[in-house]
């Protein structure tokens, strides 16, 4: 007695087919006893035995084994041969968005009539200065320049707390207006404090100012030689171009990056620091000279060509050149 099955499965049709035989330790034991008792135990147990056919050799189409309940229709109705292809992920990938520059807006004077004449008689008196000083600066630079460095400084404070926005000012007026009846926290109410940001700045000026005279250095000052010179031409141009970058700006990262790769839009403060630099850069050009005249000592030149850069660069960039770039940002 024997039963056939077929199962399907993927890579054919499977046969089983299950024959009935007897047990052989029961037969066994009926034999044995047979001519005692006559009796003959009749339990079997069923041998499978198993063998597969192609669906290949008998023309029949190989199916998967899906369950349309339990499978999503896409799955479905995808052939199990059917591979994602690598072409068509690094399709998906590159179609992903690229990351866009950070689109920093220029700095605007604050709209007040203090401001505006701070901005525009500031630079004026620092010429002032350096014209009725001149004789004393090429004398004896070190002593002039030490002693002209805290009136630049607090000139430098007003300027920035009178006319520019200090760092984080526009975050803070888009903040949510507060509904009728509801109080304000204390930060939210106060926002940014100009006299502490100016003096942050001004702190973080004076960080940055060794690595000022290292670029200086770099660029041809003396190394072992006029080693105070350098330093308080260092310290000038931070204050002059440094600083108000640092007040309006903050220590962002992308506002930072952006301003030295000459991505950021000009301003007063961008147009200020390219000027200084500019400035100071030209003004080097007469000391080599063969002219033997006292105003070619170190850093006498720089230091004039840093103030008067400054002062053409902030107005030129505050107001004909106001928010052009000199690199288009990608969007």
Same mark, same amino acid.
């Given at each position: 007695?024997?039963?056939?099955?077929?199962? $399907?499965?993927?890579?054919?049709?499977?046969?089983? @087919?299950?024959?009935?035989? #007897?047990?052989?330790?029961?037969?066994?034991?009926? @034999?044995?006893?047979?001519?005692?008792?006559?009796?003959?135990?009749?339990?079997?147990?069923?041998?499978?035995?198993?063998?597969?056919?192609?669906?290949?050799?008998?023309?029949?189409?190989?199916?998967? $084994?899906?369950?349309?309940?339990?499978?999503?229709?896409?799955?479905?109705?995808?052939?199990?041969?059917?591979?994602?292809?690598?072409?068509?992920?690094?399709?998906?990938?590159?179609?992903?968005?690229?990351? =866009?520059?950070?689109?920093?807006?220029?700095?605007?004077?604050?709209?007040?009539?203090?401001?505006?004449?701070?901005?525009?008689?500031? #630079?004026?008196?620092?010429?002032?200065?350096?014209?009725?000083?001149?004789?004393? $600066?090429?004398?004896?630079?070190?002593?002039?320049?030490?002693?002209?460095?805290?009136?630049?400084?607090?000139?430098?404070?007003?300027?920035?707390? *009178?006319? *520019?926005?200090?760092?984080?000012?526009?975050?803070?007026?888009? =903040?949510?207006?507060?509904? #009728?009846?509801?109080?304000?926290?204390?930060?939210?109410?106060?926002?940014?404090?100009?006299?502490?940001?100016?003096?942050?700045?001004?702190? @973080?000026?004076?960080?940055?100012?060794?690595?000022?005279?290292? @670029?200086?250095? $770099?660029?041809?000052? #003396?190394?072992?030689?006029?080693?105070?010179?350098?330093?308080?031409?260092?310290?000038?141009?931070?204050?002059?171009?440094?600083?108000?970058?640092?007040?309006? +700006?903050?220590?962002?990262?992308?506002?930072?990056?952006?301003?030295?790769?000459?991505?950021?839009?000009?301003?007063?403060?961008?147009?200020?620091?390219?000027?200084?630099?500019?400035?100071?850069?030209?003004?080097?050009?007469?000391?080599?000279?063969?002219?033997?005249?006292?105003?070619?000592?170190?850093?006498?030149?720089?230091?004039?060509?840093?103030?008067?850069?400054?002062?053409?660069?902030?107005?030129?960039?505050?107001?004909?050149?106001?928010?052009? +770039?000199?690199?288009?940002?990608?969007?």
């Amino acid at each position: 007695m024997s039963r056939l099955e077929r199962r $399907l499965h993927p890579e054919g049709i499977e046969w089983t @087919l299950e024959a009935w035989k #007897p047990r052989e330790s029961t037969l066994s034991k009926d @034999l044995a006893n047979a001519d005692d008792d006559h009796t003959l135990d009749r339990s079997y147990r069923p041998a499978a035995t198993s063998f597969q056919i192609p669906t290949t050799s008998i023309g029949l189409p190989s199916m998967p $084994l899906i369950d349309p309940v339990t499978m999503p229709s896409t799955i479905a109705n995808r052939s199990p041969s059917s591979k994602s292809s690598p072409s068509l992920s690094t399709a998906a990938a590159s179609s992903s968005p690229p990351v =866009t520059v950070t689109n920093l807006a220029p700095v605007a004077l604050l709209d007040s009539p203090v401001s505006v004449a701070v901005a525009h008689s500031l #630079p004026a008196v620092y010429l002032a200065l350096l014209g009725v000083r001149f004789g004393a $600066l090429v004398r004896d630079p070190v002593s002039e320049l030490q002693a002209s460095l805290p009136v630049v400084a607090a000139g430098q404070l007003a300027y920035a707390v *009178l006319c *520019l926005p200090v760092a984080g000012s526009q975050q803070a007026k888009s =903040t949510r207006k507060a509904r #009728p009846g509801e109080k304000k926290k204390n930060n939210e109410a106060l926002g940014p404090r100009p006299v502490v940001s100016a003096i942050l700045s001004l702190i @973080l000026t004076a960080i940055v100012t060794p690595a000022v005279y290292i @670029l200086l250095v $770099l660029f041809g000052a #003396p190394f072992l030689d006029y080693t105070q010179h350098t330093l308080l031409c260092a310290a000038h141009l931070a204050l002059l171009a440094l600083f108000p970058i640092f007040y309006a +700006r903050g220590v962002d990262p992308a506002a930072l990056l952006s301003i030295a790769g000459a991505q950021a839009p000009l301003d007063e403060t961008f147009g200020g620091l390219l000027g200084a630099v500019l400035g100071a850069w030209l003004g080097a050009v007469p000391i080599p000279l063969d002219w033997d005249r006292d105003w070619q000592r170190w850093p006498v030149t720089i230091v004039v060509g840093m103030y008067a850069g400054r002062t053409l660069g902030a107005k030129v960039g505050g107001t004909l050149l106001y928010s052009k +770039r000199f690199v288009a940002s990608k969007a």
